[in-house]
């Protein structure tokens, strides 16, 4: 199964024209006629196009600051936030039609299709999709679009440094919305929640495949984390929580300072037995590359209601059960 580690930033992974009603994509690969990188490389320059004309031209004005607008409310920034979300395809013309059809349109209420509107438009930017138009949602529709269209343009750059083609069935992690989705036939079927890299350490865009799966693994300490964040611990501190040294034979050797000075070396490695409290959790995606980036579990599950910027040198990943 392939595996794709990618993306800059997430701005519509789908058009929000073709959005679907439970949220999920169609997959970043596939058969596309008029794109040999699939459907969502053909709807993000969809969106580039969108964008681009609204830089270059005099329609975008950002929603004016004021209280938050709450549903049922009546302002006339209600009218800038319609014209905004009409220009950026989340207002649509059937949430048009079904204001008329029950009356006259009165453009500076906040009525329920503006409301589906701008959830949709929260979903699609990983906000709480509560149709309060909040100083955060706020921040988002007044984003600039010349600065949009230039991270879509990246993110198309990026894309096309991925396979073409990554088969009928693969995982993608998309790196910004902190997600891993499993695509199977095209459609997505799957969806989980990641940590990944924090900005100082940055989960790099890859493209590999998944081999195996390991229970209960072992984790074998890349040598910088182990003489720079673990060994200073003290050996008391890491042999409670399964840490050992293993020398080159496989042999369990004890902390000392030779035996330190040997993971240095490259001739020692620090590794922590598979089991609850294992760092890398229950699980782990074996998935062969050069950055030795890791997919697992993990046992911190309380990382996942902090910031997901957070992992060295790993995404980990979290099933809500």
Request: aromatic fraction near 8%.
């Amino acid at each position: 199964m392939a595996v794709a580690l990618g993306f800059e930033q997430s701005i519509a992974v789908a058009a929000p024209g073709n959005a679907k009603k439970d949220d999920s994509i169609e997959g970043v690969s596939g058969s596309d006629p008029f794109s040999p990188y699939g459907r969502q490389y053909a709807l993000l320059s969809e969106e580039l196009a969108r964008y681009s004309a609204l830089a270059e031209g005099e329609q975008w004005k950002p929603l004016s600051k004021g209280q938050p607008i709450t549903p049922g409310s009546r302002s006339p920034r209600v009218a800038q936030l319609r014209s905004l979300l009409m220009l950026y395809g989340d207002y649509r013309p059937e949430d048009f039609a079904e204001t008329t059809e029950k009356g006259s349109l009165e453009a500076d209420v906040y009525d329920k299709p503006l409301q589906q509107a701008v959830r949709r438009f929260q979903r699609r930017h990983g906000l709480k999709a509560d149709g309060l138009v909040d100083e955060r949602t706020r921040s988002r529709l007044n984003t600039n679009p010349a600065k949009l269209a230039q991270i879509l343009s990246a993110n198309l750059q990026r894309w096309e440094q991925l396979p073409k083609d990554l088969g009928p069935r693969y995982i993608v992690v998309n790196i910004p919305e902190f997600s891993l989705r499993l695509i199977d036939g095209d459609r997505e079927q799957f969806r989980m929640k990641v940590v990944v890299g924090k900005p100082k350490h940055k989960t790099p865009l890859i493209a590999t495949r998944m081999t195996r799966l390991e229970f209960n693994p072992v984790w074998r300490v890349p040598p910088s984390i182990a003489l720079k964040e673990l060994l200073p611990k003290g050996s008391s501190a890491l042999s409670a929580k399964g840490y050992r040294l293993v020398n080159h034979r496989g042999r369990a050797v004890p902390f000392t300072r030779g035996n330190v000075a040997g993971v240095r070396r490259g001739k020692v490695t620090l590794q922590q037995k598979g089991g609850p409290g294992n760092a890398l959790g229950r699980v782990k995606f074996v998935i062969p590359n050069r950055q030795a980036i890791f997919l697992h579990d993990t046992n911190s599950k309380h990382l996942f209601k902090k910031t997901n910027a957070l992992s060295v040198m790993a995404a980990f990943v979290w099933k809500n059960r």
